[in-house]
C-alpha cells in the first residue's frame, strides 16, 4: 500500500516508520510512507500556512493555497485513484470494518490538519473522504493518521511476525478478545495472591483451548461490550458457551447495568 501522509510535523511519524508493525510493513515493502510538507509550497519566506480566521475568533486556520498545492503534489505522487482523506471529529468513524476496507486499497493521501482546521474551500474541492477516530478533539490530524495507518498496516501481508496474530485480534469475529497468558505458570500479584494460568491452556487439547477462548471471547465481550452482541447471529454452541460462562462466573442478564 502507498500511503501519502500530508502533515507540517513530518518528524512526528518517525515514531511509527521506524519501530514495531509499520516498521516491520515497510521494511517488507507492502507498506510505503510519505509524508508531504505544506510549508514546502508556502508563497513567503517565512513558509507560513496558516492565517487569522475571517469573522474574527480565536485560533488560526490553514491557508488554502499552500494547502491546495500539498494536495496536488500528493495526489501526483500517489496513484491515479488516490482517496484524500481528512482526519477530522466530524468525519465517519474509523472502525476494524474500515481498517479491513483501507487495507484493499493501493494508495491513500491522509490530510493531516492543524489549529482550527482547514479553510472549507480546500475541503470542498479537494477531500474525497472524512474519517474520525473517536468523538474527541486532538491537536492535529497526526496522531489519528498514525492510528488508522497502524490498524490498517497490520492488516497488510507479511506485515506481522505471524500471520494469524491479526485473525485472533478483537474485532476481527465482532467480539473481543479472549485472555492471554505466559510464563510463569504461577504469579503472585502485589496483594500475594497467586495466580495461575487456566488448566485448560495447559492441557494440550487444541479443541477444548480453542473452545474456552470462544467462551472467554464471548463473555468479555459480553460483560464490556454487549452492544456487540447484537449486531452478530450468534450460532447455538456460541449461545451455549455464553450461558456457561454466565453460569460459572454466577452472572446473569441483571447482574450489572447493561
Given amino acids: 500500500m502507498d500511503c501519502h501522509v500530508i502533515s507540517i510535523f513530518p518528524e512526528m511519524f518517525s515514531a511509527i516508520t521506524e519501530h514495531g508493525v509499520i516498521g516491520r510493513a515497510i521494511k517488507q515493502n507492502v507498506l510505503s510512507l510519505t509524508i508531504h510538507n505544506p510549508r514546502d509550497h508556502a508563497d513567503d519566506k517565512h513558509s507560513k500556512v496558516d492565517g487569522r480566521p475571517f469573522g474574527g475568533g480565536p485560533g488560526m486556520v490553514m491557508m488554502p493555497e499552500p494547502m491546495s498545492k500539498v494536495i496536488e503534489a500528493a495526489k501526483t505522487a500517489a496513484s491515479s485513484d488516490a482517496k484524500v482523506v481528512y482526519l477530522s471529529p466530524q468525519g465517519k468513524?474509523?472502525?476494524?470494518?474500515?481498517?479491513?476496507?483501507?487495507?484493499?486499497?493501493?494508495?491513500?493521501?491522509?490530510?493531516a490538519?492543524?489549529?482550527?482546521?482547514?479553510?472549507?474551500?480546500?475541503?470542498?474541492?479537494?477531500?474525497?473522504?472524512?474519517?474520525?477516530?473517536?468523538?474527541?478533539v486532538l491537536s492535529g490530524g497526526?496522531?489519528?493518521?498514525?492510528?488508522?495507518?497502524?490498524?490498517?498496516?497490520?492488516l497488510l501481508p507479511d506485515s506481522l511476525g505471524n500471520s494469524e496474530s491479526a485473525e485472533q485480534d478483537s474485532f476481527v469475529q465482532g467480539l473481543l478478545d479472549c485472555p492471554h497468558y505466559t510464563k510463569p505458570r504461577s504469579f503472585v500479584d502485589q496483594f500475594g495472591d497467586e495466580k495461575e494460568v487456566p488448566d485448560v491452556l495447559l492441557s494440550g487439547?487444541?479443541?477444548?483451548?480453542?473452545?474456552?477462548?470462544?467462551?472467554?471471547?464471548?463473555?468479555?465481550?459480553?460483560?464490556?461490550?454487549?452492544?456487540?452482541?447484537?449486531e452478530l447471529?450468534?450460532?447455538?454452541?456460541?449461545?451455549?458457551?455464553?450461558?456457561?460462562?454466565?453460569?460459572?462466573n454466577n452472572l446473569d442478564d441483571t447482574s450489572f447495568e447493561q
Fill in 93 to 111: 468513524r474509523f472502525d476494524h470494518s474500515a481498517a479491513i476496507e483501507f487495507a484493499k486499497r493501493d494508495s491513500v493521501v491522509l490530510l
Fill in 113 to 136: 490538519g492543524r489549529y482550527e482546521g482547514i479553510d472549507e474551500r480546500v475541503l470542498e474541492s479537494h477531500v474525497d473522504e472524512e474519517w474520525s477516530i473517536g468523538d474527541y
Fill in 142 to 154: 497526526e496522531l489519528p493518521a498514525m492510528v488508522m495507518i497502524d490498524a490498517i498496516a497490520r
Fill in 205 to 230: 487439547d487444541h479443541q477444548a483451548i480453542e473452545q474456552w477462548r470462544q467462551q472467554q471471547a464471548l463473555g468479555r465481550t459480553w460483560l464490556r461490550r454487549p452492544e456487540l452482541l447484537k
Fill in 233 to 248: 447471529e450468534l450460532t447455538d454452541e456460541q449461545h451455549r458457551l455464553l450461558d456457561e460462562y454466565k453460569s460459572s
